[in-house]
């Protein structure tokens, strides 16, 4: 009876490997789901991959699948992927062997249905809002009468001639438009590159910048309006400095645009209406002003010259404002002979006293009275100088006598300063020999150096074959370090060939220590170096 345990399993069906089997898999599904439409949300899209593909899944109440878009692919999207947006995707089923898992190739991506489109909108217009780009503090008002008004629009469409048609009426000015499509794939950035192009232009340069911006389109559905919901076309209209007045669609219609805007009108037609004012109104308007001015000049002119003939009414005449300035002057001109001849018998009167005053003898009276107080005031000039003279002499005798004292105590003075002086140096170079290695040399000890002119403080630091210059109380000799075993004598060094020059010591090194009256001295350099001495 034979072991079942040890008998190999007998059957028909045949040995798959894990790669065939895989394969198998892989064709059975993608015959029969070769092309599929599937709708859901998109869940877990963090962008492009660093390849440029972008992974995500598509899930719905009860199921999730996951979803590829190859680089080549992703680029020629009509509508992009988005986190929570349901979508219909349409491509093929396929498995990734490496996973045990099966996928959809998404090639085509469209909007599942108005509310998908309404929820995508919404949300958008919340975060868009949330950024301030929505604001009314940032909105302006338009001029109120523009030389260049700048339209973004359709050039072949029927927007166009209803805004020219209307500015015609109301005000002709020069228009400028930027040809963009209302709708598809590349109305969004179209429209955003000719809002940024307009403000790009420069004031007075070969084509004038525009007073005031309108962007407008005819009505259509909500997916041909979606190109001015873009989140590019929102952010240039809110960056731009030009006013714009958003006429997108008919009045119920609104996109994400209108609320980036400075000013929205409900149709093409009545933004035109916005942007300039009715040119035979302001003309009639000036002309009634201008009549009303005439009219009101008119009436103030003949109010003033009826105050005038009244104030007129009130001055006193000719006659009576001349009447007491005559009657003055006729009174003065009878008194003036008189008082012109007693003036000239005054002055007559003065002139002969003043004669009698100046004859000759008087004069020469006067003279010698001036001479002798001259005579006086020269005395005691005389005998101010002497005096003055004499005190001069006087101070600079006892200047003479103090200098000659202090000479006299100089020479003592600095004589016993400079044996003060003699003393301190004295026992400064006293104390800079006892301090100085040099002393500790002249008793029999050495100083070894490296080549580098460094003192080795230990026989550790000295390595075989190393050259060495020892310095002794009469000179430098030159050594090479040999091998040396405990309790050795290390053989004599034979003289270098060329003995390493002494070290200059400047003036650092002969440096002054401090007073000893102050109880320290200054570091020398050979304490601060603290050699390694060796007994002769």
Not at 279 to 285: I, K, T, Y
């Amino acid at each position: 009876m034979s072991d079942p345990l040890t008998e190999s399993p007998v059957g028909n069906a045949p040995d798959w490997t894990v790669s065939e089997l895989s394969g198998a898999l892989k064709r059975t599904v993608e015959d029969a789901f070769g092309h599929v439409r599937v709708r859901g949300e998109i869940s877990g899209y963090r962008g492009q991959h660093s390849s440029g593909h972008a992974y995500f899944s598509l899930k719905d109440a009860s199921a999730r699948i996951d979803a590829v878009v190859w680089k080549g692919s992703f680029s020629r999207l009509r509508l992009k992927p988005e986190e929570g947006l349901e979508v219909v995707a349409i491509g093929r089923i396929t498995t990734f062997p490496g996973k045990s898992a099966y996928q959809i190739i998404i090639e085509q991506m469209e909007y599942a249905g108005a509310g998908a489109i309404m929820a995508m909108l919404d949300e958008r217009r919340r975060r868009l809002a949330a950024e301030g780009l929505f604001a009314p503090e940032r909105k302006r008002r338009p001029p109120f009468l523009p030389r260049v008004i700048g339209v973004v629009t359709s050039p072949t469409g029927a927007v166009i001639r209803d805004i020219l048609h209307r500015l015609s009426d109301r005000f002709p000015r020069r228009v400028i438009v930027w040809p963009v499509r209302v709708q598809g794939d590349t109305c969004g950035p179209e429209v955003a590159a000719a809002i940024r192009g307009f403000n790009a232009l420069e004031p007075g340069g070969l084509i004038p910048r525009p007073d005031v911006l309108i962007v407008a389109r005819g009505g259509g559905s909500l997916e041909d309006l979606l190109g001015f919901s873009d989140e590019a076309v929102v952010r240039a209209a809110a960056e731009s400095a030009i006013p714009l007045i958003s006429a997108v669609g008919h009045e119920t219609d609104v996109t994400l645009i209108d609320f980036a805007a400075d000013v929205r009108a409900p149709t093409p037609t009545a933004a035109a209406e916005m942007a300039v004012p009715v040119r035979g109104e302001l003309v009639a308007a000036i002309q009634a002003g201008g009549a009303r001015l005439v009219g009101a000049m008119a009436r103030a002119a003949e109010r003033r010259r009826a105050d005038l003939r009244g104030l007129a009414r009130l001055l006193p005449g000719a006659e009576t404002l001349l009447a007491v300035p005559r009657q003055r002057f006729d009174l003065a001109s009878g008194r003036l002979p008189r008082a012109l001849k007693a003036n000239a018998a005054a002055h007559r009167l003065q002139l002969t006293r003043a004669e009698g005053r100046l004859s000759p003898h008087r004069l020469v009276q006067l003279v010698a009275g001036r001479r002798e107080r001259f005579t006086l005031v020269a005395g005691r000039l005389d005998a101010a100088l002497r005096a003055n003279a004499n005190a001069h002499r006087e101070r600079i005798h006892r200047a003479r006598e103090r200098f000659e004292g202090q000479h006299a105590r100089l020479g003592p003075a600095w004589r016993r300063a400079l044996a003060e002086r003699g003393r301190r140096l004295d026992a400064i170079g006293k104390l800079m020999g006892a301090l100085s290695y040099r002393g500790v040399l002249a008793r029999g000890f050495a100083l070894v150096r490296d080549a580098d002119g460094q003192p080795l403080r230990s026989a550790a630091a000295i390595a075989s074959g190393q050259r060495l210059d020892i310095e002794f109380a009469d000179g430098h000799v030159g050594a090479v370090a040999g091998e040396a075993g405990p309790g050795t004598v290390p053989p004599v060094a034979a003289p270098l060939a060329d003995p390493p020059p002494k070290r200059a010591r400047g003036p650092r090194a002969r440096a002054e220590p401090k007073d000893k009256t102050k109880g320290k001295a200054k570091d020398l350099p050979a304490a601060r170096a603290q050699p390694t001495l060796f007994d002769d």
